[in-house]
C-alpha cells in the first residue's frame, strides 16, 4: 500500500501563512476528508502536494521518501479550477492528457470510455465539454484524474455540484483505487458525505491542523452530552448543579455534564418529578465536531 505523508509544510505569501507548518498521513486504502472553512488552506496544501505551489518548508513524503516529480506524474489529481478544453470533445481530451501521463493511446481511449459509461456520460463522448452541464463537466474532470491506474488521488472539491446518483458512482470508483491500496485525500465542504464516507479525517483552521483521526478517534476526543427525556416539562434542569443546558424542548433537553456527581443529581431530581424516560449519552456528529474545533 501506498501513504503519503505531508510533514511540517508550511506556506507563505508575504508575512501571511496560509499554512502553517501541517503535517498528516494519507493512508493507503483508506479515503481520508479533508474539511476547514474557507481560506483554511485546504487548495493551498493541496497544490503544494501536487508541486503547483512552492514549498516554503516541510516536505511531502511517500512511503518515507521525498515525492519527486516522476511519483506526481503518476497520481490522480483534480484542482480547485478545472482544468478542461471547453471546445474539445470530452473524449479526445482524456485521452490527450492521459497520454501526457504515459498511457498508451488504444489503452486511454478503452479506459476512458468505460469511466464515462460508469459516469452516466457514455453517450456524450463527442459533445464538446463548453456543451455539457457543469454536473457533467465535473464527471469528465473526475474521469481525467482516474485515468492510468494513479498510484494516489489528491482531489479537491470532487463531489461539488454532483447528483445522488453521481455521488454514488464517483464512491464505488473511488472505493476500487482505496482497494488496491491507494491512498485517496479529498477535500468536501458536504460534512455529512464526509461523515459516511471517510476512514480518516484531517480538519483545518487558519492553516493549522485542529484534528486529525478516524470518526471514531474524533468523536470520542469531541464534548460528551446526554439526552435526558422526562414525563413533563424539563426546563428544571437549567438549575441543576453542573449541568449546562444546550437545548430544552418541551420533556426533551440536550445537556452537558461536568461530571458523574452532576449526572447522579440530575436522575435524583428528574426521578422525584415524575417518571425518566430515557438519559443516555449522545454520539456526537462529525458536523458538531468539526464547529467546536473551528469555532
Known amino acids: 500500500m501506498t501513504t503519503l505523508e505531508v510533514r511540517d509544510l508550511t506556506r507563505t505569501f508575504g508575512e501571511r501563512r496560509a499554512v502553517d507548518g501541517i503535517s498528516f498521513t494519507a493512508e493507503g486504502g483508506l479515503l481520508t476528508g479533508f474539511v476547514g472553512s474557507n481560506g483554511a488552506g485546504k487548495t493551498t496544501t493541496m497544490r503544494m502536494m501536487m508541486g503547483v505551489l512552492a514549498i516554503s518548508s516541510g516536505e511531502v513524503l511517500i512511503d518515507g521518501r521525498p515525492l519527486t516529480r516522476a511519483d506526481r506524474r503518476s497520481f490522480g ?11 474539445q470533445p470530452a ?17 486511454a481511449r478503452t479506459e476512458a470510455l468505460d469511466l464515462l459509461e460508469r459516469l452516466g456520460l457514455g453517450e456524450r463522448v463527442k459533445d464538446h465539454v463548453e456543451k455539457l452541464s457543469l454536473g457533467n463537466q465535473q464527471r469528465v474532470q473526475i474521469v481525467a484524474a482516474l485515468m492510468g491506474r494513479p498510484q494516489a488521488l489528491v482531489l479537491d472539491e470532487p463531489f461539488s455540484g454532483l447528483d445522488p446518483a453521481a455521488v454514488d458512482g464517483m464512491v464505488d470508483l473511488l472505493r476500487e483505487h482505496t482497494a488496491r491500496g491507494v491512498p485517496v ?3 468536501s465542504h458536504q460534512l455529512d458525505l464526509v461523515e459516511r464516507l471517510c476512514e480518516r479525517l ?24 446526554h439526552r435526558l ?21 418541551g420533556p426533551t433537553a440536550l445537556l452537558e455534564l461536568v461530571d458523574d456527581a452532576a449526572s447522579q443529581r440530575l436522575l435524583a431530581e428528574a426521578l422525584e418529578r415524575g417518571p425518566v424516560h ?3 449519552p449522545v454520539r456526537p456528529s462529525l458536523a458538531q465536531i468539526y464547529r467546536e474545533v473551528t469555532a
Do not use: C, N
Open 91 to 107: 473524449l479526445d481530451q482524456l485521452v490527450y492528457l492521459a497520454r501526457l501521463r504515459g498511457v498508451p493511446a488504444s489503452a
Open 77 to 87: 489529481y483534480m484542482p480547485e479550477e478545472r482544468g478542461l478544453y471547453p471546445k
Open 229 to 249: 427525556v422526562v414525563g413533563s416539562d424539563a426546563g428544571w434542569v437549567r438549575g441543576v448543579p453542573g449541568v449546562h443546558a444546550v437545548d430544552v424542548d
Open 278 to 280: 430515557e438519559l443516555s
Open 202 to 225: 484531517v480538519i483545518l483552521r487558519s492553516g493549522e491542523v485542529v484534528a486529525d483521526g478516524t470518526p471514531d478517534e474524533l468523536r470520542s476526543a469531541g464534548t460528551v452530552r
Open 185 to 187: 485525500l479529498f477535500s
